[in-house]
């Protein structure tokens, strides 16, 4: 009965009951309507309140009689302030998504998104449509049996001089949100918010650090012609995996589950989607493997909710843009808030694919991801437009040694890897001797931290072979 109820709500309720709670709370605050819906009902309450006052307390008769208009004229006042609230936010929204489309043409079309998840947005959004539905509701309250207001019409102009105050600041927060720097840094820190956080709650408590001390953990390199493969059945991006239920109902059914797929990856009907081996614990003869398919949800696009890969291309495709742009300024911004988002990547992640239940028994093998795959999503197609640039070139370069000076040691030798490619992929020649030994420094630095001389001096040696840099600095030049 549950499993048909489920299987008949919208995709967004069932995407949504697949999350943990702190994933529910982080897309609920991410949606354009939940806090102007919220604003709403106090508009609502606030219209009811005034309602109350006006027609009980008669503050009118008593109090504020320089405030006090007759029904015609009150009437006036709130058709025209509906009238010119509503021309404000038809105005603001259309000129708005203007400059957002713009501006989505070119960078990429997830600033509109970003600008519309920035809570200050959503607030903004809010407050326009708290003072319309306020004044539409007070106006339907006006009684001609009433010879005189007070409370309605003093509210009302307060409600629409806030709409104005609100216009102004949500021109101004547009302004400064559409520079660069500024959506780069609100893209970097929705990044780490909404996954981070989420995964560093909701994942990696269950990771093992030593899966040889674990029970069970033979099973996946011992028994893969065991396995049970469970294929998709629809196509889709895998956008959430429901971890905790996941070990829950397998540690409950006494199975190993291995994972063949990663969030964010693209996945056809028939493909194996995981697989498992039962195992002495296993109490049940048949395991109901559309319980398991239901904890692991397929959607028609890519999200963040649980996707690293996702947020790191996000500020990818706005450096790429800003390459071929001829954008130096925003390429180097968004290359700092990449290797900031990679560096909390590090810190909260542990790259372990095995997780385990509460008695540290293995219960899901998840695909193996490194390090450097995310430091190739960052920087690689981004090293194919920089390459025949010595400037974009060096400060990429510039960028690695940042991040390596900040990673741990084992992850150092990851950044001097791609630096070698990096740098054994520039094609021109330096024009200027700062450009020269600029590349030189980037490249020793890196070496350095990466505790691999050796390499270097090899490297540097086929650069002089090859013309990139003059035969001085084989004798230590610029060290």
């Not at 021309?87 to 000129?95: K, R």
């Not at 600033?111 to 306020?134: K, P």
């Not at 190739?376 to 400060?395: E, Q």
Request: with cysteine; charged share 20%; net charge neutral.
């Amino acid at each position: 009965m549950l499993h048909m109820l489920f299987r008949m709500m919208p995709a967004p309720v069932k995407r949504l009951i697949s999350m943990s709670s702190r994933q529910r709370w982080h897309e609920t605050r991410a949606s354009l309507w939940v806090l102007p819906a919220i604003y709403i009902f106090i508009a609502v309450l606030l219209s009811i309140i005034s309602f109350w006052i006006e027609f009980s307390l008669r503050p009118g008769w008593t109090l504020l009689s320089a405030f006090t208009t007759e029904y015609s004229l009150t009437q006036t006042m709130y058709s025209t302030m509906l009238s010119g609230v509503l021309t404000l936010n038809a105005f603001t929204f259309n000129s708005m998504l203007m400059v957002l489309t713009n501006m989505s043409n070119q960078f990429t079309p997830r600033v509109l998104l970003n600008f519309i998840s920035n809570r200050r947005t959503q607030h903004a959004i809010g407050i326009f449509n708290l003072c319309f539905f306020y004044l539409l509701i007070v106006f339907f309250f006006l009684d001609s049996s009433i010879s005189q207001y007070t409370v309605f019409p003093i509210a009302g102009v307060l409600a629409t001089a806030f709409s104005v105050l609100n216009f102004i600041l949500f021109i101004n927060h547009a302004t400064k949100w559409m520079q660069p720097p500024s959506i780069t840094t609100d893209m970097k820190k929705q990044s780490e918010e909404r996954i981070l956080n989420t995964l560093y709650y909701d994942l990696e408590k269950y990771r093992a650090d030593n899966p040889d001390h674990l029970s069970l953990s033979y099973l996946p390199q011992k028994q893969q012609e065991k396995a049970q493969k469970v294929a998709c059945e629809t196509s889709g991006y895998l956008q959430i995996i429901d971890f905790g239920k996941l070990i829950q109902e397998a540690q409950k059914d006494g199975i190993v589950l291995q994972l063949h797929c990663s969030i964010g990856d693209f996945l056809l009907p028939d493909l194996t989607l995981f697989s498992y081996w039962k195992t002495e614990e296993t109490p049940v003869e048949e395991i109901d493997e559309q319980k398991y398919r239901r904890m692991l949800f397929l959607g028609d696009r890519q999200n963040e909710i649980q996707d690293l890969s996702f947020g790191v291309q996000k500020l990818k495709d706005i450096a790429v843009k800003a390459v071929s742009n001829d954008e130096p300024g925003t390429l180097k911004d968004t290359l700092y808030q990449l290797i900031d988002l990679l560096l909390s990547i590090a810190k909260v992640t542990s790259f372990t694919p095995y997780l385990s239940d509460g008695e540290n028994t293995l219960r899901v093998v998840m695909k193996q991801e490194y390090f450097s795959d995310y430091l190739y999503t960052a920087f690689g197609h981004i090293s194919v437009y920089v390459k025949n640039d010595p400037v974009l070139t060096n400060m990429l370069l510039e960028t690695l040694v940042l991040l390596a000076r900040s990673l741990p040691q084992d992850k150092k030798p990851i950044c001097w890897s791609y630096g070698q490619v990096v740098a054994q992929s520039f094609a021109e020649k330096f024009a200027y001797e700062f450009e020269q030994r600029s590349f030189y420094t980037h490249l020793r630095t890196l070496s350095v931290e990466a505790r691999d001389p050796q390499t270097f001096q090899k490297l540097v040696q086929e650069f002089i072979e090859k013309g990139t840099l003059p035969a001085s600095y084989g004798e230590g030049k610029g060290s």
